[in-house]
């Protein structure tokens, strides 16, 4: 089973930039489905984005779509997500995941995905 590790989450202002990193280790990378979660204080964990095994198809939550880009790297085992003009409430934890089992990306859950990584804090400041 893979094991996931999240990087790149700061402090940044409003309308900043930020990458995160999400590398994966223990595992066949490619035969995972990946997405992005994040999660705030008081709130339920929310689909970010997603993109398939070969890096084919991708799916963002209409709340991103526009400024952020979720894309993998199959050789280096790792997913990234580039955030751009960033807003306060992006403010949350994100998580990066897999799933050995999802084929449509638009279609995942919080129990389609297998394997969770610990989650690096983003924090916008207005």
């Known amino acids: 089973q893979v094991h996931l590790v999240e990087s790149g989450g700061s402090l940044v202002q409003a309308g900043g930039s930020l990458r995160l990193s999400c590398a994966a280790s223990?595992?066949?990378?490619?035969?995972?489905?990946m997405g992005w979660f994040r999660q705030a204080p008081g709130l339920e964990r929310e689909y970010v984005a997603a993109?398939?095994?070969?890096?084919?198809?991708?799916y963002y939550a209409d709340s991103v779509k526009g400024r952020f880009t979720i894309s993998r790297d199959n050789a280096k085992n790792t997913m990234y997500l580039e955030m751009n003009s960033l807003k306060p409430e992006d403010t949350a934890v994100y998580y990066c995941?897999?799933?050995?089992?999802?084929?449509?990306?638009?279609?995942?859950?919080?129990?389609?995905?297998?394997?969770w990584g610990q989650g690096t804090q983003v924090t916008v400041s207005s």
């Open positions: 223990g595992g066949t990378f490619n035969t995972y489905a």
């Open positions: 995941a897999a799933s050995s089992t999802l084929e449509t990306m638009a279609s995942g859950t919080v129990n389609s995905y297998d394997v």
């Open positions: 993109i398939s095994r070969r890096g084919r198809v991708t």
